[in-house]
């Protein structure tokens, strides 16, 4: 085989291998020509890029802003909504409510389906879907927006449920972007902490909703007033379409815009398959029947009770935690006692105004034209304390034997008020309307002039006719009778012995008058009513009730000069018994006792039964010169009738929180066995854990020297017509300042106090049987109507011996076992009653009866 000559090709030079030949030269390109248009493509893309970064990053640091100083939102998984509290009576009717709003807060699950979505469908369509904020809905918005600028259109919003929770609960309510960004963010973090239903309960639980009500419950009360399961489904489209403006959506006051909303709503509703067409139809031909705003039917009695309960719950729970957590609270009000005592004590003080206080004129004066007294007389403020059957009439014509009034007053209590006429006679007001001249009361009336004259505006009061009664009593028409408000005022307290239940409280003539609680608040001298306290450690020292004490006059040397104590009849006595003592209420008697078991022993006394807690060790004390209050009276009492135990009066008895669950109890014994659960265990026993504050048989034997002051001494009145045992005491202060009497069954116990807030003379012979008795006898025999009689339960050990008494007649008496013989001579611890020194008096003395 023949090898290529290499060289001779030209491939290799010498040894390495030949260049290879150069390329042939390429044609040269032609040049592009860049058009203007491309080149302002290319800018404007650019610029957008730019602007798009640039945006982004602001966006980004906005959002940064907005998000790093953002509320905590993780609270409204806990979140509790403020809910008013309520106060109820013993037998669970409505007191009073308690708020700063009125909210009901109804969780989701009693809140019907269709209720919740008729606000789904109104507010927020995707609000099962979206994430807390809806783009679709956002879109739309601007859309809808664009296309009404310039055309005068209110621009519409994007919010959603979740939005609208974070609005309302974190961020406010300013009309900023600031405000929308910061709502979306917390918006989307709430909808990760927390379920869809309760962002639903929340909001439906706190939307306003207009007529001053705050979630879908409330509105339901004061629109419709029906709870939430009884609305009907318009009445349900009505309150959805409330979120959008509930001031303009008033079906009152804009019924057609509150028709068309509640149409708008019930589209939605059929629209999205909540309801069929059939139902829709027949919703829209509903109308909207708004029912006047009413409250639950409240107990109008009680107002004083119904403020010292709110003042409790306050120093217990804190004033923010009384209105806004939710309680619900029992009481131990009585309402049909409680409106007794009401009544009581106004009769007892209208007897006495009647009596002391004469007429004290007009309340105002206006023209008395035909025509002319219909407006001014609607312009006349009525006075405070006038009760709600009274009226303010002006007197049209007054001749010598009647006066010619006239008053508006509303049919049957509805309608427009339509002027009423009708003759006052001078026999029915002459008897008490006399005129008080330089504080003195004139002679009885005439002439009807003297009383009135054309043109007074007075108070009057239309009473009913009575039936006839036999021949002795005739038929009596209805007619007209002259009022005017007390200036005496006075308080009622009624209790359990047994518990410290306060039953009935009266702070005072009317509590529109003044809400000063004159039971609780009012300091006030005792008066003879105190006396039971300087007895008692005389029984409790041995001395039985037979022992023979001296009534005779006493002279007390004092730092202020001679103290000459005397008895409210005048005069002396001379030997009685302790019970004698005490069924005429002799101070001088009392004196000399306080002197003889020390005015210490008193002193202790009086602070154990917690009528006095720190008495001043000064003889005047024993008659009742101390102060104390209506409420610790009738609670010292107590302690008298059932056996000598202490008595904590309560106006509460349970507060539950809003959950249901009792939160406090004012029966604090403990239950063994409350909570077994095999019935057949018999009932529990209950532990007494009330203090002994006094021995049993001296307050038993106190409760018989008491049964004694009613049946046989000053408190006559007070047992009059009851038929069963009672005891008590009356009380009347220096001067007829003040006047008592505080009294008690074996199961009730009543306390009662007249008298003028700026303390003054009731007037001479004015005294604790006269003015307060009478009331006291009301009170019980209203609490007792129809209840049969029960003795005083003796305790053991005590013995009852028959003793005489001065006129011949025979009692079953009250000894200590062992004391029925040990009546001691008589002796006078002052010596022969000349009147020793006594160490602690002091000037606050004279006749307390």
Known sequence: MQTPDLRAEGRLVGDRPAEPPAPAPKAPRPKRRRSLFGLMLRGVLIMVVAVGLVGAAGAYALYRSAATDLPDHSWLAEYQPPQLSRIHAADARLMAELAQERRVFVPIEAIPRRLQQAFVSAEDQNFWTHPGVDPVAIARAVVVNVEGMGRGRRPIGASTITQQVAKNMLVGNDRTMARKLREAILAIRIEEAMPKARILEIYLNEIYLGAQAYGVAAAAQNYFNKSLDELTLGEMAFLAALPKAPNNLNPIRFPEAARARRDYVLDRLLADGAVTAAEADAARAEPIVPRPTRRPDMIAVGQHFTEEVRRELVARFGAEETVRAGLVVRTSLEPALQAEAERALRRGLMDYDRRRGGWRGPVAQIPAGATEWLPALSAVTRPPGALPEWRLAVALEVRDREARMAWLERPEGRGAPQPRTATLPLDEVAPWARPVREGRMGPAPRRMQEILAPGDVVLVEMLPGTPAQGARQPARPERLTLRQVPEVEGAVVALDPNNGRVLAMVGGWSFDKSWYNRATQAQRQPGSSFKPFVFLPALEAGIPP?????????????????????????????????????????????IRLAQQVGIAAVADTAARFGVIPNMPRLLSMSLGAGETTVLRQATAYASFVNGGRAVTPTLIDTVQDRHGRVIWRSDARRCAGCDAADPSAGP?????????????????????????????????????????????????????????????????????WVGFDEPRSLGDRESGGTNAAPIFRDVVAAALQ?????????????????????GGQTILEAFRPGTENAARPPSDPFGNGAGAAAAGLDSNLGGLY
């Open 786 to 806: 129809g209840s049969p009689p029960v003795p005083f339960r003796a305790p053991p050990g005590v013995a009852l011996v028959r003793v005489p008494l001065e």
């Open 684 to 752: 529990p026993a209950l532990t007494e854990e009330r203090r002994q504050i006094a021995d049993p048989i001296a307050t038993f034997q106190m409760v018989s020297l008491l049964q004694g002051a009613v049946q046989r001494g000053t408190g006559a009145r007070a047992g009059a017509g009851l038929n069963r045992p009672v005891a008590g005491k009356t009380g009347t202060s220096n001067d007829y300042v003040d006047n008592w009497f505080v009294g008690f069954t074996p199961d009730l116990v009543v306390a009662v």
């Open 546 to 590: 037979n022992q023979q004490l001296l009534d005779a006059p006493v002279e007390i040397m004092t730092p202020q000069g001679l103290w000459r104590p005397g008895n409210y009849s005048g005069g002396a006595q001379g030997w009685v018994t302790m019970r004698g003592a005490m069924e005429r209420s002799l101070n001088l008697v009392t």
